[in-house]
């Protein structure tokens, strides 16, 4: 199985990631943003100054999750904030090619609570 957690930056993607993982023993957590770094770091950026806007991107994040699969036989939990319709579609369609048990769960919360977490992150560099 697959589980992709979406929603807002500072919804609590991660911190819940963590805690499937800590319940599901077999298990791991996988997180296209450290692709987005090396990316960031290897090729020029669009003018959006977005990652997820390059092809690059969305390419390796399926072929990442593709030779997880091939080579753990755990779940996989993703927590990462996919928002561009297209890209939601393009990347959930290609990681469903690879298992079809795909559970893809969007995290809410309310302005208030977001804007507090936002501005209490920890951000990488």
Same mark, same amino acid.
């Given at each position: 199985?697959?589980i992709?957690? &979406?929603? #807002? +930056?500072?919804?609590?993607? =991660?911190?819940?990631?963590?805690?499937?993982?800590?319940r599901?023993?077999?298990?791991l957590?996988f997180?296209p943003?450290?692709?987005? +770094?090396v $990316?960031?770091e *290897?090729?020029?950026?669009?003018?959006s100054?977005d990652?997820q806007?390059? #092809?690059?991107?969305?390419?390796? *994040?399926?072929?990442? $999750?593709?030779?997880?699969?091939?080579n753990?036989?755990?779940?996989?939990?993703?927590?990462? =904030?996919? $928002?561009? #319709?297209?890209y939601? =579609?393009?990347?959930?369609?290609?990681?469903?090619?690879?298992?079809?048990?795909l559970?893809?769960? +969007?995290?809410?919360? &309310?302005?208030?609570?977001?804007?507090h977490r936002?501005a &209490?992150q =920890?951000?990488? #560099?």
């Amino acid at each position: 199985m697959i589980i992709w957690i &979406n929603g #807002p +930056f500072g919804a609590g993607k =991660t911190t819940l990631a963590k805690r499937l993982r800590d319940r599901r023993s077999k298990s791991l957590i996988f997180d296209p943003e450290e692709i987005g +770094f090396v $990316v960031k770091e *290897t090729v020029p950026m669009p003018a959006s100054g977005d990652y997820q806007d390059l #092809p690059l991107w969305r390419g390796l *994040t399926i072929a990442a $999750v593709r030779e997880i699969r091939r080579n753990y036989s755990q779940d996989i939990i993703i927590p990462m =904030t996919l $928002v561009h #319709p297209d890209y939601l =579609t393009e990347i959930l369609d290609g990681v469903r090619r690879i298992d079809d048990q795909l559970l893809h769960i +969007f995290l809410t919360l &309310n302005e208030d609570l977001l804007r507090h977490r936002i501005a &209490n992150q =920890t951000m990488h #560099p």
